[in-house]
């Protein structure tokens, strides 16, 4: 969810620099095309990849839907500290719906043009950004007859064309996927994580990875280039994308044991994949674990529980029964509300996460309501985690052969929110990011 800002509208930016006070309701919905008029007849490829990816679902997606109007507008509507993302929100998740004024839009159900969520004419009529970091929606908007990409020498027979550098930049994405609380905390830094990176200094922009380039043509009747930006814009909500994002490998310190004894495992972590770090984005919701379990020749499960590292904060790193989101309560209208339990996995699992937490110091889901931050253990780009397993093998093992098993599973949505919430548990799907299993022997 992403609160009231920024956007600078370009036709007014010389008299009025204030942000959204200059960009919302300036615009009307007719402004903006319908991307089914560059869908249906000269970007069909584009739009059909459009049609499947986050890009186009922003606003109608199940959990954008429920976050906004069962938790941000209700809580909007009682906190006036956070009054602003009942406007805000739609600034990148239906920023046709902000830029026209439209507050909260109509339900997804009613098929409104918010529907439209983040659509062509947004991202090809953006010309800047205001001021120095991109953040809280602060692209220039400009529609009109001018559409901006990556090339020169365009022509169409339906619009005129211009090339900007800023939309093959990382600068262009971070105006969306960088986002301050009302109570001034970064909660998404997706962007920023990326520039203080090893990707920035080599060159490789967020467009390398989530539009990647291939020979053909930007429109049915456009010219071939060896490099057209394909609008894939696969992450967080794409398990290809997520698969394999970290390898690991697991070994233990010697290979033959018997009961009573001690043996270590230890779990070697790299972030193989991402730019930025990992998860990023909606860090307060997203949850990526590991998990080690040790299977004897019967087939009888044994669960291992990691070994604390002692950092500050770590608590909140490894799986408990603690509840939290008790400010759900606020928007939800329930009194001396206990909160959920926080995890919704096997105990003593590590959790890769920051946590957010509210103005109260309660672990939050409501990121709007993001007051400090916790410890930050996510996977930095190219970054080596070491996690460490002392099992003491009990008397109850079969002798023989025994497995064990590392898997790094991710969910985008704890169990139990989702649970709270009536969200559709596919929100809540486990993906296997990687697993690794070794051997050992129980004489």
Known sequence: ???????????????????????YAIFKYEDFEKPQACGSSCHIDFYQQWLQMMMSQCYTHHWDEIEYFNLAVPHADKDPKVAEVKAGCNGCHAPVAFLSGDTPPPKPH????????????????????DGDIPFNFNFISNPGRVKYGNRTGVVSPYHETKKS??????EFCGACHNEKSPYGIWVKSTQLEWKEGPYYKEGIQC??????????RNSLMGEEHDNIAQHLFHGAHDPGKVKGTVE???????????????????????NAKTGHKFPTGSVEERMLWLHVEAVDSKGKIFHLKVDKKGFPGEEYTISSNELA????????NLKDFKGIQRDG???????FRMPYFDPQG???IMQWNTASLGYDYRFGPRETKIETFKWLIPDNIEPGEVIIKAVLNYQKLPTPVAECLNVPMEEAEIIVVNMHETKIVIE
């Not at 550098?165 to 990382?170: F, I, N, S």
């Not at 996995?345 to 959790?351: A, C, S």
């Open 248 to 270: 690991l490998r697991i070994h233990p310190d010697f290979r033959e044991s018997e009961s009573g004894e001690e043996i270590k495992l230890t779990v070697v972590l790299f």
């Open 1 to 23: 969810m992403l609160l009231f800002s920024f956007i600078v509208v370009e036709k007014v930016f010389a008299q009025n620099t204030k942000g959204s006070d200059a960009a």
């Open 362 to 364: 309660r672990m939050t």
């Open 110 to 129: 009613l098929k409104p043009r918010a529907n439209e969520s983040v659509s062509c004419d947004v991202c090809h009529t953006v010309t800047g950004i």
């Open 345 to 351: 996995i096997p105990l003593g699992n590590r959790i």
């Open 207 to 216: 467009q390398t990875c989530h539009m990647p380039v291939t020979p053909g």
């Open 165 to 170: 550098e800023l939309l093959t930049k990382g």
């Open 325 to 332: 989101y008790q400010d759900m309560g606020i928007p939800l």
